[in-house]
């Protein structure tokens, strides 16, 4: 038999049985199985348990499924000290309970300023007006008559991780790094709303304004609107969520969250930047010397190791052991992540599974065999521009201490014997 044939079982058909087997074994599948999972008498799987034994609930029992109630510490979390106000404040996502690279509907973090705007879909206007030739005003069905796109993005805040800059601060990535999101938006290109309207040519600046209490706005350049903004009316193949827009929010891919204006109720064209409070007072990037950068819309390369977390953290003994996290660019894909177990003295490839989207969050995968000793886990992006994730340090060299905004810096983990996992830092 020649060695083709040995290898799948006769040439060009599907691998035999015997040479799978043999494969899995070549491939050191064997040795990474955890002897915990090796058959053992157990009652649990030998005896059949009580929910094996009588009727469940039937179809009309959750006509919104909703998570097993075994899940329910799986849920946004605030912390109480960070802002002075529930009404305008942060709820993070627990990015440590979750996998693959979609953030459901119910966890995506929440950012207010004024709280949620409760808003009829019957009553829902939206204007465009300004420098245009044709002031408009649109129906949510009148948005949904226009051609549709989906595109899966990230959605951060620059503040997320903000309050590592003068140090380790927060214990638990849902904490450090949980201002962030990704889902798949439905909605319609701001470019063909606009085209609509006729943008003269002296427009050359976009103001989208929210419809809650704080009327929140941001200015926007053009050429970014006319790009790949979305007016977007779901998430995840669902209506927006309250928390999160509903019915109509602004999506600019890549871009800090708080240009993602929610409750989007008009568009205005100017010539010029309107330098309003979110982007005078807030969102600027304080440098020690007293500078001020403006305008730092994109966000940076960055990744955060999940799994073991300190709200994650491992809880067998020595063995084999999986890594996760994400990692996310503002200016494309996450080609390759690496993993450090020692502090970034030595570095790995991580494995990269699933879906590569542009400006979309990207799930990796470290496996090896831990031996029980403390590690210090790091997680270190590049994205499709060359990009590398810098650390802390570097990125306090050039900016300071005073900013709490775009601090993408790499993140430590340090897991001691036992697998307790702590927020720290390493020089």
């Known amino acids: 038999m020649s060695d083709e044939t040995e290898k799948t079982g006769k040439t060009g058909e599907a691998p035999s049985r015997r040479a799978f087997l043999k494969g899995a074994a070549l491939a050191g599948g064997a040795a990474m199985v955890p002897a915990s999972v090796r058959a053992e008498p157990d009652p649990l799987i030998t005896e059949v348990q009580p929910w094996a034994q009588f009727l469940g609930e039937g179809v009309d029992a959750r006509p919104y499924g909703t998570p097993s109630p075994h899940e329910a510490h799986v849920r946004r979390r605030h912390v109480e000290w960070l802002t002075a106000d ?120 976009v103001l989208p304004e929210g419809a809650d209490a704080s009327a929140m706005t941001r200015s926007v350049p053009l050429e970014k609107a006319l790009d790949d903004c979305l007016v977007a009316f779901k998430m995840n193949g669902e209506m927006l969520r309250p928390e999160q827009g509903y019915p109509v929010r602004l999506v600019v891919p890549g871009w800090e969250g708080n240009m993602w204006v929610k409750w989007l109720r008009r568009i205005e064209i100017g010539d010029q930047p309107w330098h309003h409070r979110e982007e005078t007072s807030k969102y600027t990037d304080l440098f020690s010397d007293g500078r001020a950068r403006r305008f730092t ?54 494995r990269m599974s699933g879906p590569s989207l542009d400006k979309s969050l990207h799930r990796f995968y470290h496996e090896f065999d831990w031996d029980g000793r403390p590690l210090l886990l790091q997680s270190r992006a590049h994205d499709s521009t060359g990009y590398v994730q810098p650390t802390k340090d570097q990125l306090r060299e050039v900016r300071g201490v005073n900013s709490i905004y775009h601090n993408n810096g790499i993140q430590t983990w340090a897991v001691d014997e036992t697998g307790v996992t702590e927020n720290v830092e390493v020089s």
């Open 86 to 205: 529930p009404i305008s404040s942060v709820n993070f996502t627990p990015l440590h309970e979750l996998d693959g690279i979609i953030t459901p509907n119910g966890l995506c973090f929440e950012r207010h300023h004024a709280g949620i705007a409760e808003i009829d879909p019957g009553d829902y206007r939206l204007m465009i007006n300004g420098l245009v030739d044709n002031p408009l005003v649109f129906t949510l069905q009148d948005l949904m008559r226009f051609p549709r796109e989906n595109h899966v993005y990230f959605l951060e805040c620059a503040a997320n991780s903000g309050m590592e800059w003068r140090g380790a601060q927060l214990n638990g990535c849902q904490f450090t790094h949980g201002m962030v999101h990704n889902v798949m938006y439905t909605g319609v290109p701001l470019r063909l709303l606009l085209q609509e309207a006729g943008v003269q040519t002296s427009g050359a600046w």
């Open 297 to 350: 819309w994109e966000m940076d390369a960055k990744s955060v190791i999940t799994n073991p977390s300190p709200q994650a953290p491992i809880t067998h003994g020595p063995g084999p052991t999986v890594v996760t996290g994400l990692a996310w660019s503002g200016r494309g894909t996450i080609p390759r992540v690496d993993v450090s177990l020692d502090g970034g003295m030595n570095w790995v490839q991580a």
